[in-house]
Structure formats: C-alpha cells, structure tokens
C-alpha cells in the first residue's frame, strides 16, 4: 500500500510522572485515515497502536503505524540486497531484528493518550515534555532540550519549539 497522508508539523505536549502523554491530533488523524485507506484496500489495521522505540541514528524515539511496517520491511530488503559478501538471508534476519525488535506497540485512546514506558522515556530523555516531529512517513518524539542541542541546523524546527516552549513560560 503506498502511503499518501504524511506526518506534518510538530507539537509540544506535557508528560505526567506516569508517562502519559498525548498524541498531536494531528498526527491521530493521519494514522485514522491511513487505516481507513488500508480498510477499503481490503487490509484491517489497529488505528489505536502506533510502534514506538528508538530511532536508529538519532537520540529520539521513532514512531509509525501499521502502514508502514511493510515499507519498512522494503527498505530493509533493499539495504541487505546492496550489500556484498554477505549471506542475504541472514542479513535480512539481523535488519528486521534489530529494526523490528527495537519496537514496541504503543496504544493510545480515543483523545489519543498513551503510557511512554520508562525504558521509552529514558531512551529519548524524556521528562516533563515531549516534543513530536513530523518526519513523512513517521514521526519523532524529543526530549525538546536534546532536540535544541542535537538539531541546531534544523532551524526552522527549533524556532518552532522555541516559540512553543516561550507559550509554555520557560525553556526545555
């Protein structure tokens, strides 16, 4: 299935002790209508869980719903196939463990609150806020200090999050 609603713009919502937090609702939309893309294709999809886990090159957690766990899988395929001198089936076997076991289903409910799990929140160093990304296809949660730090060239996010933090009253 192609995809063709992507995660756009970014959001700064608070975390309580427990790890709740909201899903932008934004971002809810875009995974309701890729599930109701994926229905009239004929595929049933989860519209309430979302995979969350660290990012592979950043210090931040990864997310994505079901439509695109099979992209996913495409583009691991595609990475093992350029490489040479290696056994192509365990290659494979190596990129979706790492890729797929490093994930974690999230649910979240109809106002789109979901439990970041301690391990989660130690990962992306999550405290007291969490700043969401869109990234395409997927979309990113930051600790919104380590994003500042770590991402000063994305400059028209972190004048994003410094403006979303100044409405906050402080900083990260």
């Known amino acids: 299935m192609e995809i063709v609603d992507f995660f756009l713009g970014s959001a700064l919502n608070a975390v309580d002790a427990k790890g709740r937090v909201s899903l932008p609702s934004d971002f809810r939309s875009i995974i309701d209508r890729r599930a109701r893309a994926a229905a009239a294709a004929g595929n049933t999809l989860d519209e309430k869980t979302i995979s969350l886990g660290e990012h592979e090159a950043h210090p931040c957690l990864q997310a994505f719903d079901a439509t695109y766990t099979s992209i996913l899988f495409k583009q691991l395929q595609r990475r093992v196939e350029g490489m040479d001198g290696v056994d192509a089936m365990m290659a494979l076997d190596d990129a979706q463990a790492d890729a797929f076991g490093a994930m ?68 990260a």
């Open 104 to 171: 974690s289903p999230v649910s979240f409910d109809a106002g789109g609150r979901m439990v970041l799990s301690p391990l989660l929140r130690a990962i992306a160093g999550i405290t007291d806020l969490a700043f969401f990304v869109g990234a395409g296809q997927t979309f990113q949660i930051w600790n919104p200090q380590r994003y500042l730090e770590t991402q000063s060239d994305k400059k028209r996010n972190c004048r994003n999050l410094e403006f979303l933090l100044a409405e906050r009253g402080g900083k």
